[in-house]
C-alpha cells in the first residue's frame, strides 16, 4: 500500500511518517491520502481529526491507523468493482466483466507490490 500525507500539523505529520515510513511515497504515486483537513482528491481519503466526520479521531495508535487504512483501501476497491459494473447501460456483458477483471488485478498488483517492498 503506497501512502501519501498531506498534513497541517507537523506532530500528525511526524507521527504518520515514523508510523509509516516505508509505505510512504509522492501523492501522484499513492493508493491513498492521508490528511488532517477538508480537501478533495481522486484519490481516496483518510482524514484524521476531532470532528464527527474524521475517519480516525485523534490521539490515535498505530494498530488504529493500520486497521482504517485496510477499512478505506477495501472500501476503495470495492467502490471500483461496483462502478466498473454500473458505468455504462451500452457496455456488453464482456466489456463489463473485462473491465472489472483489469479492476481486479491492478489492485492485486497493488497488493503483491506492497508486501514486498515492506520488507527489510
Known amino acids: 500500500m503506497n501512502i501519501a500525507l498531506n498534513c497541517h500539523s507537523v506532530l500528525i505529520e511526524k507521527s504518520l511518517r515514523k508510523f509509516l515510513k516505508h509505505q510512504l511515497v509522492a501523492e501522484h504515486d499513492a493508493d491513498i491520502l492521508i490528511t488532517d483537513h477538508h480537501m478533495v482528491s481522486?484519490?481516496?481519503?483518510?482524514?484524521?481529526?476531532?470532528?464527527?466526520?474524521?475517519?480516525?479521531?485523534?490521539?490515535?495508535?498505530?494498530?488504529?491507523?493500520?486497521?482504517?487504512?485496510?477499512?478505506?483501501?477495501?472500501?476503495?476497491?470495492?467502490?471500483?468493482?461496483?462502478?466498473?459494473?454500473?458505468?455504462?447501460?451500452?457496455?456488453?456483458?464482456?466489456?463489463?466483466?473485462?473491465?472489472?477483471?483489469?479492476?481486479?488485478?491492478d489492485e492485486l498488483v497493488t497488493i503483491i507490490k506492497g508486501h514486498y517492498e515492506s520488507r527489510p
Open 42 to 105: 481522486e484519490k481516496p481519503l483518510l482524514r484524521i481529526g476531532m470532528d464527527p466526520d474524521a475517519d480516525l479521531k485523534k490521539p490515535f495508535s498505530r494498530s488504529q491507523l493500520m486497521i482504517k487504512l485496510e477499512e478505506k483501501i477495501e472500501e476503495s476497491s470495492n467502490k471500483k468493482i461496483v462502478e466498473a459494473f454500473t458505468v455504462e447501460e451500452e457496455e456488453s456483458l464482456e466489456e463489463k466483466i473485462e473491465r472489472a477483471t483489469r479492476l481486479f488485478v
